[in-house]
Structure formats: structure tokens, C-alpha cells
T-cell receptor, first 113, second 112 residues
């Protein structure tokens, strides 16, 4: 499986600020997914990011709030903009392997005060 | 949209016992994945299933892709304390759609 790293691993932020989360994969992947996991909950897909095209957002998520970059096949960023306490969650990147298996990064734990 | 019903929601078992959990879907999936998540970590892929009827093992873990393509189960044999965690099923409809739909998770506690 791919080695996936995320930065930062955790952060505490003030409301109204923005945080950019980085995801680095040790191999090239076509599809990168970003998920959110609210406290005690399951995972919810935010958006799908393919290199060279605009990210596709799921219902309830918009580009202005969660802009995504995918400059190459090994790297992606997710920004959580104008944060509020409701954005406190774990944010996870997830590259899809050619085999169809999907792996997850270690997550970024965000607390918004 | 697609929904996954995962059960049980939580389990308390004695060390050495076998465990079974399952997921059912309101629609057909082409891929079933089972993950385990430890506190403070991201989900770790345990088993991936790609064909209806497929039965796959990974050590003490066994998972099956239901023949109707609407369900899957995960069995853990001879549980040990490190099996503690939250287990998630996830399904993908495929056919150009690779998004995963997740179950709500099964929280497993193992009593030594």
C-alpha cells in the first residue's frame, strides 16, 4: 500500500481563520479523495480531486469553503476556509490505487474555538 | 442516495471469542472494503472484495461479498485485545463512480 502523510497532524484554530492541510503520497495516484470525520461519526466524502481538472464536490460541500489543489499526482491540499466550531473534525485524504483499493492518510485533527 | 446499514453498532466480547459484523445496502455495490480505525489514527484497509460471492481472508479476518451484491460480512476469529477499535464497511458502486459510502461503524471492545 502507498505511504501517505498529512500535515499538520492536528491544529487548534480560531474561528474565522483558514487552515490548509497537505497530503503527500509516495507514489503517483490518479484519484485523490478528501473525507471529513466528525467526532464519533463515520466518514463523509467532501470532494474528489483529479490532477489537471477541477475538484468535484459532494452535496453540502462547496469550493469556496473547501478549496482543493492537486498540482501533481503525488500531492494535494485541502483548505478549510473561514472556520467555525462546526468544522472541528478529522480531515483525511485518501488516494485510490489502481487495484481499486483505497487507503487513508493518518488524518488531520482540527479543533476550532 | 446510497446507504449502508452496519451492525452491530457496538460489541463487548471475551478474548478468544469469534466476532461477526455485517453491512447491508439498499443498492448494489461492485466493491466492498473493510477498515479498522484505532483512536487517533486514520482507517486502515483490512480486506477488499471485488466479486459477488468472493470470500477473502487476512490472517484471523475473513470477509465475504454477498451474492446479491447488497451485503458483506466480516468475521474475526479468536479475538485478542489489539482487535479493539472501530470497524467500518465501505462500498463503491463502481461503473465510473469510485466514491465510497461508509457504514456507521462497529465499535469492538475485547475483555481480556
Amino acid at each position: 500500500s502507498a505511504v501517505i502523510s498529512q500535515k499538520p497532524s492536528r491544529d487548534i484554530c480560531q474561528r474565522g481563520t483558514s487552515l490548509t492541510i497537505q497530503c503527500q503520497v509516495d507514489s503517483q495516484v490518479t484519484m485523490m479523495f478528501w473525507y471529513r470525520q466528525q467526532p464519533g461519526q463515520s466518514l463523509t466524502l467532501i470532494a474528489t480531486a483529479n490532477q489537471g481538472s477541477e475538484a468535484t464536490y459532494e452535496s453540502g460541500f462547496v469550493i469556496d469553503k473547501f478549496p482543493i489543489s492537486r498540482p501533481n499526482l503525488t500531492f494535494s491540499t485541502l483548505t478549510v476556509s473561514n472556520m467555525s466550531p462546526e468544522d472541528s473534525s478529522i480531515y483525511l485524504c485518501s488516494p485510490r490505487a489502481g487495484s481499486g483499493a483505497q487507503y487513508f492518510g493518518p488524518g488531520t485533527r482540527l479543533l476550532v474555538l | 442516495g446510497q446507504q449502508l446499514n452496519q451492525s452491530p453498532q457496538s460489541m463487548f466480547i471475551q478474548e478468544g471469542e469469534d466476532v461477526s459484523m455485517n453491512c447491508t445496502s439498499s443498492s448494489i455495490f461492485n466493491t466492498w472494503l473493510w477498515y479498522k480505525q484505532d483512536p487517533g489514527e486514520g482507517p486502515v484497509l483490512l480486506i477488499a472484495l471485488y466479486k459477488a460471492g468472493e470470500l477473502t481472508s487476512n490472517g484471523r479476518l475473513t470477509a465475504q461479498f454477498g451474492i446479491t451484491r447488497k451485503d458483506s460480512f466480516l468475521n474475526i476469529s479468536a479475538s485478542i485485545p489489539s482487535d479493539v477499535g472501530i470497524y467500518f464497511c465501505a462500498g463503491s458502486a463502481g461503473a465510473g463512480s469510485y466514491q465510497l459510502t461508509f457504514g456507521k461503524g462497529t465499535k469492538l471492545s475485547v475483555i481480556p
